[in-house]
């Protein structure tokens, strides 16, 4: 499967400020995806990461309270903008392999902490 | 995002018996139902998955049973060990096009030694 790394791992932000998110994957990907994971809960699609033009959000999701870039096959990002304590949460990129079996491979995520 | 609904939230059972979690989808497009496991500190990963063409899919001590009519899919951890205790998540999605997951609550799951 791909290996998927995220950086920050971790962060600590004040109230009203962004962070960007970078998922970096070792190989080309079809279709990759963000996540969000808040404390002791499910995950929740934020968006679809499509390259070269703009993100498919779902439900409940703004591009501008976290836009999304996929310059090409294997990075993206995911800015949260305006921070608030609620937004505090892991962020995980998850990605689709170009070929063969249908395996959503999860990086290790990045979890905020907004104060 | 449809929903799919799991339980339960937790389970504790004993080294050596079966841990068994359930779900639920209300989507009838949804063609592949995967399982993944995650530990803390870590991301979800791919445990086992079905597709409705089969019923029960086994690998090792793990089982997806699959029931199409009832819209429902469970997971079946035989000889549970202290090494599975860990969140199991179910999930659904349709296996071409997107193929975004949309997962179950999660079950926070105890093996005792």
């Known amino acids: 499967s791909a290996v998927i790394s995220q950086k920050p791992s971790r962060d600590i932000c004040q109230r009203g400020t962004s962070l960007t998110i970078q998922c970096q994957v070792d190989?080309?990907?079809?279709?990759m995806f963000w996540y969000r994971q808040q404390p002791g809960q499910s995950l929740t699609l934020i968006a679809t990461?499509?390259?070269?033009?703009?993100?498919?959000?779902e439900s409940g999701f703004v591009i501008d309270k976290f836009p999304i870039s996929r310059p090409n096959l294997t990075f993206s990002t995911l800015t949260v903008s305006n921070m608030s304590p609620e937004d505090s949460s892991i962020y995980l990129c998850s990605v689709l392999r170009s070929s063969g079996a249908n395996v959503l491979t999860f990086g290790a995520g990045s979890r905020l902490t907004v104060l | 995002q449809q929903q799919v609904k799991q339980s339960p939230q937790s389970l504790i059972v004993q080294k050596g018996g079966i841990s068994i979690i359930n779900c639920a989808y209300e989507n009838t497009a949804f063609d592949y139902f995967p399982w993944y496991q995650q530990f803390p500190g870590k991301g979800p990963a791919l445990l086992i998955a079905?597709?409705?063409?089969?019923s029960e899919k086994k690998e090792g001590r793990f089982t997806i049973s699959f029931n199409k009519s009832a819209k429902q899919f469970s997971l079946h951890i035989m000889d549970s060990q202290p090494g599975d205790s860990a969140t199991y998540f179910c999930?659904?999605?349709?296996?071409?096009?997107?193929?975004?997951?949309?997962f179950g609550s999660g079950t926070r799951l105890q093996v005792q030694p």
């Open positions: 079905i597709r409705p063409d089969v």
């Open positions: 990461a499509n390259q070269g033009s703009e993100a498919t959000y």
């Open positions: 190989s080309q990907v079809t279709m």
């Open positions: 999930a659904a999605s349709r296996d071409t096009g997107r193929r975004a997951l949309t």
